[in-house]
């Protein structure tokens, strides 16, 4: 009799039927159905309405029949809490039964039921088990602690179970240390408290305890106990050093994930060593043969393994340097297998070896997965930026390859080849006319973006580049973005080298791009080009035939810090994944990042490093000294997007990295300058003033000897003095007969972010003046003193002046105009009103700079009919100058640029309640122009006076 | 850890569904089901992620076996313990197929109970299972019976229990090589790797302690270190160099670690002692030379040369691929039978007693249909060898297996010890 049976009930009335067999007298019945109930079960039907049946035959002192049972309460329990109860009985009971396999079942089966109303019964039987006199008890309930903490972490850590636990971990019995290891490291990822954080650390006592017991273990025991070992860093290279000594014998284990749990620990721990010496150079050896024979097992671990490896190469290419024919792919490899082999054969790949990789490739190349034919010729390319030498045996490869007409080989090839023509520039053209004959069968965007940057790059040696790049054009609208920006590239630089026959063309891409495509990134380019080409052809050339920067050769690298966390999980999912456990895994416990730990450097190190760092000191000034006003004729975000693409030629995912390239290789070209130099002025620009580097603060204005001296410190302390750009001179607000006596003249002041009011008081009464007060009406800015004023009693003809700083979080009520400020001066004699004029410029803010490309998009925002311009008249100032004084007043130049003479400035404000102001000062042979934007038109007059006063003041 | 265990047939049917976990719901299983088993395209991974759960699968004939996990966890540690657990099942019940599983699903829910607790790998040694695990459901047992089976279940020697007594004590072991051979047309070595296996069968009463001996350049010369006086026995050449090594649960690692010394107490019956590769000094058994022409569109002309370099006769099958478009083939070959199978597309060449140091040719005419459709290129697998010889193509050699029982008296004397090799062929491929 077989119990495949139960598979088959599937009659209507079934579940009646169970029912009333579950009730029978006869225990051989119960449990037949008992069983039909597990199988229905199994299959998804729902059998919850049988609960209490179930849980009647749960008194029975069958222990096969009574598994089956637990199986089915552990599974409806929770949809049925109010009867689950009835069963808490009959738990309790069976924790203290004599036959210690119903004890462990019943310990073991109550933690899997997750209603509240069982866990608060479960206590006091999980104590006794914690202490139960048979191992097989003891390490089951080791496990139900980690479940009681899932559901109730609190009870757990309040019911001093972690104690005991960790108790647990000095028992005699190897299987429950191990489980008592698993729990506490569960607990411990997901603590709750501070105190059960720290308790559940492993201390270099207990790891070392661990260690020990590591060879009683089973291999399951062994894994819990190297993955817990490996969350502990040893304070001390020694320790390091031992701690390797004891794990490395794992090395040899047949359980690959004891195998590789131990190289992980390792791996952590070769960290904290002096790099280079010989343990360490004799442990990296021990490292490699087992990793090697990991590929000898079952598909699915070597499939582990190779992930892991791939890490392993990245961090310590070393290790399996001389190995690299393990890694040839066999044809029976399942292509998961396949796949990983090939990138691990990539990184593996030098001078050395080139050779036979190649012969390899081109056989994996022949293949009939189209995944993995694809990934092969790709491997080549990088084989060919890689290892120069090869680079032609590569190039005739894959030419070799074009000719076999399949076409997603040649498609691949062309994309690669692109590659290789940007690392090797003007080597291997000749293939150019190979690669043309197959332009028809390209059907992938990523091949036709490549062989149309190809030809836009070479299109002074294609004769017919004009015809070709205008049979691309007719599907212009057909093609996907990529293409199209590439063909746009293309057609431009086909212009630039040959305008005489190409004018046509060049007008009809424009044309396309700017006025029938929707894609924002593409009219955008089109514009900048057509611009480009229209006010400075020379200056085109500049931008779109710049020298490229180099490509790097290692691609597809992990960033370092990723690295280092993955490696910390070698053998974990993350590392299958490649990706850190935040990425896949929801809760707190994805929220800690692993890291390799670092070496504390010794002392000729640490001295070492002070040298190198004094070095570094200069080169950093000198950058600081760059100039600082932009450049760029147009925002660099754009160009930086061109090269960006040109560079990468199919607009990403090519398998070359772009975004290494602009940082590596910093000022190769003339496009990166342009760049470097935006960046270091955005830098300037836009960070606060007492941050900026004292070559940029220009001693213009007063001019003093002080203010010079302040301009050297200014760097350093933000004295008062610093902001010396412009100073307005005094008005008079009230004058003597209006004040009986008193006179007031003053000023507005911004100096570091304080805003100040400067008064000058005068007595020209008879009497002394004393008990000086001053308020503020309500106005636009909330402008409000930030103290009392302090005047001293003042004789007669005397005069006094008084700096009172103001705060903006007044009371706000719009003024008319808008920069009026009503004042109330009291003295002993008597309350005086007067009204100013607050220069709008001192609430200018110190944030007031942006990057380039928000403020385009600002300005972009914002409707063009809110534009106002005015003519400010002619100075002599020169646009630096100018733009230096400004930035002393806090408008902040955000790029500049000068066509045929006439500078433009790109200038913006934020005032302190937030509103932004954009200002294009065009300066065209002295006679200065200014645009206006804002959201808030009122600002208008407000800042064409402030900049007229600016201008007038130093000129 | 291991958040459920699933089992399918190859409709996706569940047949056994076990959740250890309450992150893992019902819908795991048919997100399993929608998004592998029954997936448009093949599936190219054994570890996917649907919906933020991670899924481990391995398949045997048509079940599928998966684990699930919403958590960071150990996956070496989840397929090891996959394929630990097929070997159980396959132990309770023999061949892993539906039938067998809906036959036995009670056992494997008992087994699950055991082998894994909130996901956590427990014991999964099959002899000790067995003691407690029955296909007849559990005996009712006395309290020392019980106590003596947890003792074991979890004691240090998990793996053998106590009081096994034999009249008669007796030991077979069998060195398994797999010899892998990858060789370009021209006849250039491209990977060669042996991968041996020490099989053991002990029959042994109490408690054995056993020390096995092998000729391992290592093993031997740091022998030879320890104990100088008695080198004069071994001798100098044979020596070989084995690249790695694993060894069964039983063998006490740091012990070979440090004295090179593999020490044991066996467990009772049949158990992989041992796992080595080798990849230094492989004397490969036979020679495959291949010579493909393509005689127009039509035709194609094949000669295979096999040689054999060793002393031995035994018997030998040559598989030689041929494309898919094949309408005919005439075969000649001298020696054995050769025949063209069109299911396998591949001419199967046997021969029942290869003699040593011998070598013998095929010749083979395959007519092909007219290729209309290009994409379906040959892609020419290589030519891959089957056969069995009566030695070990590393060189490696048991050099003694010593038994030590202090309780009981009977000696290493009394030990009846077989010892056999065995040189299989693995992936023993030619290009061509």
């Known amino acids: ?955 | 850890m291991i958040g459920g265990l699933f089992v399918y047939n190859h409709k996706g049917e569940v047949l056994i569904s076990r959740v250890y976990r309450d992150d893992i719901g019902r819908n795991a299983v048919d997100a399993f089901r929608v998004n592998v088993i029954h997936a448009r395209q093949q599936v190219r991974s054994p570890v996917n992620m649907i919906a933020r759960t991670s899924f481990f699968h391995v398949k045997r004939s048509n079940i599928w076996l998966c684990a699930v996990s919403k958590k960071n966890l150990n996956a070496a540690l989840v397929f090891q313990f996959l394929y630990k657990m097929l070997e159980v099942m396959g132990s309770y019940f023999g061949k892993i197929n539906e039938e067998n599983i809906k036959n036995n699903f009670v056992l494997i829910y008992e087994l699950l109970d055991e082998l894994l607790d909130y996901g956590y790998p427990q014991n999964t040694d099959t002899g000790v299972l067995k003691t407690f695990i029955t296909q007849q459901g559990v005996k009712s047992q006395t309290k020392e019976e019980t106590t003596k089976i947890t003792n074991q279940v979890t004691g240090q020697i998990a793996w053998r229990r106590e009081g096994i007594k034999y009249r008669r004590n007796e030991l077979f072991l069998d060195v398994v090589e797999s010899v892998n051979l990858l060789m370009s047309p021209q006849g250039q070595v491209l990977s060669a790797h042996v991968s041996g296996r020490v099989l053991m069968k002990s029959y042994l009463s109490g408690m054995p302690e056993c020390k096995f001996g092998i000729n391992d350049k290592v093993i031997v010369e740091s022998r030879r270190a320890a104990d100088s006086s008695s080198a004069a026995g071994a001798t100098k050449s044979g020596h070989i160099a084995i690249d790695d090594c694993q060894f069964h649960q039983c063998v006490k690692l740091s012990k070979f670690d440090t004295e090179h010394a593999i020490s044991f107490i066996p467990p009772d019956g049949e158990f992989e002692l041992m796992r080595y590769r080798n990849t230094k000094d492989i004397s490969l058994p036979f020679r495959v030379i291949p010579l493909v022409r393509e005689i127009g569109r039509t035709k194609m002309e094949v000669k295979v040369v096999v040689k054999s370099n060793f002393k031995a006769v035994t018997k030998v099958e040559v598989r030689i691929p041929t494309p898919l478009n094949t309408s005919g083939v005439q075969v000649i070959c001298m020696k054995g039978k050769a025949r063209y199978k069109a299911s396998d597309n591949a001419i199967v060449w046997k021969i029942k007693r290869m003699g040593g140091m011998k070598e013998w040719q095929l010749s083979a005419e395959i007519d092909l249909l007219n290729a209309t459709d290009k994409a379906k290129k040959w892609t020419r697998p290589p030519i891959s060898m089957n056969f069995e010889v009566p030695f070990a193509a590393s060189g490696f050699k048991v050099r003694y297996l010593k038994v030590f029982e202090s309780k009981l008296n009977y000696s290493d004397h009394d030990v009846i010890k077989w010892v056999r090799y065995i040189g299989k062929s693995g992936l023993y491929e030619t290009r061509c």
């Open chain 1, 1 to 955: 009799m077989t119990d495949s049976k139960y598979f088959t009930t599937t009659r209507k009335g079934e579940i009646f039927e169970l029912k009333a067999e579950l009730n029978s007298d006869r225990k051989d019945k119960r449990k037949e159905a008992v069983k039909k109930v597990i199988a229905s079960m199994t299959v998804g039907k729902d059998v919850s309405t049988l609960f209490p049946d179930v849980v009647n035959c749960m008194q029975a002192d069958n222990l096969e029949l009574k598994k089956l049972v637990y199986l089915y309460l552990m599974n409806y329990a929770k949809t049925q809490p109010d009867k689950a109860i009835m069963a808490v009985n009959t738990f309790v009971r069976d924790c203290e039964d004599p036959n210690p396999l119903i004890r462990a079942l019943a310990v073991r089966t109550i933690g899997c039921i997750r209603v509240d109303e069982i866990t608060a019964y479960l206590c006091d039987p999980l104590r006794k088990c914690l202490k139960d006199e048979d191992p097989y008890v003891r390490k089951t309930a080791a496990v139900c602690v980690a479940k009681l903490h899932d559901i109730d972490p609190l009870l757990v850590e309040e019911q001093g179970f972690l104690d005991m636990l960790k108790d647990l971990l000095a028992d005699s019995n190897p299987m429950v240390v191990a489980n008592a290891v698993a729990a506490m490291t569960e607990i411990g990822e997901s603590a709750q408290t501070e105190a059960a954080a720290r308790m559940l650390t492993w201390s270099g006592h207990l790891v070392n305890k661990l260690l020990t017991a590591l060879n009683e273990c089973t291999e399951w025991g062994q894994v819990f106990i190297l993955d817990a070992v490996a969350n502990y860093t040893p304070s001390e290279e020694n320790e390091a050093q031992s701690m390797i000594e004891r794990v490395c014998p794992r090395l040899a284990h047949a359980n690959a994930a004891v195998v590789l749990s131990a190289v992980k620990v390792i791996m952590k721990l070769l960290e904290l060593l002096t790099p280079g010496s010989d343990f360490v150079q004799s442990t990296v050896k021990k490292l490699s043969a087992p990793l090697v024979t990991l590929l000898s097992s079952e598909h699915e671990i070597q499939y582990v393994a190779l992930r892991n490896i791939n890490l392993i190469v990245q961090k310590r290419p070393e290790i399996l340097k001389h190995e690299l024919k393990v890694f040839f792919v066999k044809y029976n490899d399942p292509i998961y297998v396949k796949l990983e082999k090939l990138d691990i054969l990539i990184r593996l790949t030098s001078a050395a070896n080139i050779a036979n990789v190649l012969a390899e490739l081109k056989e994996y190349a022949t293949e009939v997965d189209v995944d993995f034919v694809r990934k092969a010729v790709r491997a080549i390319g990088r084989c060919a930026i890689k290892v120069e030498s090869a680079a032609e045996r590569c190039v005739s490869t894959l030419l070799d390859l074009i000719q076999t007409k399949v076409n997603y080989v040649v498609q691949e090839a062309i994309v690669v080849i692109k590659d290789i023509f940007r690392k090797y520039p003007n080597k291997y053209e000749s293939v150019i006319g190979t690669l043309c004959e197959n332009l028809d069968t390209l059907d992938e965007p990523e091949a036709r973006a490549s062989m149309i940057w190809i030809i836009g790059e070479y299109a002074e040696r294609i004769d017919n580049a004009d015809e070709l790049l205008e049979s691309f054009l007719d599907g212009f609208a057909d093609e996907q973005t990529s293409v199209q920006l590439q063909l746009l590239t293309a057609v431009v630089k086909l212009f630039l080298k040959r305008p005489t026959d190409t004018q046509e063309l060049v007008q009809r891409v424009l044309s396309l791009a700017t006025q029938e495509a929707d894609n924002p990134d593409l009219r955008d380019r089109g514009y900048i080009y057509w611009r480009l080409l229209s006010t400075d052809p020379a200056a085109a050339k500049q931008v779109v035939l710049a020298e490229k920067p180099l490509i790097s050769e290692e691609t597809d690298l992990l960033e370092p810090s990723l690295l280092g966390e993955l490696v910390c999980h070698i053998g974990s999912l993350a590392s299958v994944y490649h990706r850190p456990p935040s990425a896949f895994v929801d809760g707190r416990v994805a929220a800690q990042r692993k890291g390799l730990p670092s070496r504390a450097p010794t002392l000729a190190e640490a001295t070492g490093a002070a040298d190198a760092g004094a070095e570094v000191v200069p080169t950093d000034n000198a950058q600081n000294a760059k100039p600082a006003v932009s450049v760029i004729p147009t925002q660099d975000s754009l160009i930086g997007d061109l090269l960006d693409i040109d560079m990468s030629g199919g607009g990403g995912g090519s398998g070359i990295t772009q975004q290494s390239a602009a940082p590596a290789v910093p000022s190769q070209s003339n496009a990166m300058d342009l760049l470097g130099d935006g960046l270091d002025s955005l830098l300037g620009l836009g960070g606060p003033a007492p941050q900026q580097p004292p070559q940029q603060q220009p001693a213009v204005g007063g001019g003093s000897g002080v203010d010079a001296l302040a301009d050297i410190f200014g760097g350093l302390s933000a004295t008062p003095s610093a902001q010396a750009g412009f100073t307005p001179q005094l008005e008079s607000w009230l004058p003597a007969q209006r004040g009986k006596g008193m006179q007031i003249d003053g000023r507005f002041l911004r100096r570091g972010a304080q805003l100040q009011m400067e008064l000058q008081v005068r007595n020209n009464a008879m009497q002394q003046l004393s008990g000086f007060a001053i308020q503020f009406n309500k106005n636009s800015f909330g402008l409000a003193p930030a103290q009392p004023l302090s005047l001293n009693p003042l004789a007669p003809m005397q005069t006094a002046t008084t700096l009172l700083p103001l705060h903006t979080k007044g009371q706000v009520q719009k003024m008319e105009p808008l920069l009026n400020l009503q004042v109330a001066v009291k003295n002993n004699i008597d309350v005086f009103y007067f009204s100013c004029l607050v220069p709008i410029h001192v609430l200018f803010t110190e944030e007031g700079g942006m990057d380039k490309r928000v403020f385009l998009s600002t300005w972009k925002d914002i409707p063009a009919d809110s534009e106002s311009q005015t003519s400010l008249g002619s100075y002599s100032h020169s646009p630096d100058s100018v733009s230096n004084l400004l930035q002393s007043c806090n408008v902040f130049t955000i790029a500049r640029r000068s066509v045929d003479g006439i500078e433009m400035l790109y200038q913006s404000m934020k005032l302190c309640n937030g509103i932004l102001v954009l200002a294009e000062l065009k300066i065209s042979g002295g006679a200065f122009t200014l645009s206006l934007k804002s959201r808030h038109a009122e600002v208008y007059s407000g800042v064409q006076e402030s900049y007229l006063k600016i201008l007038k003041s130093s000129n």
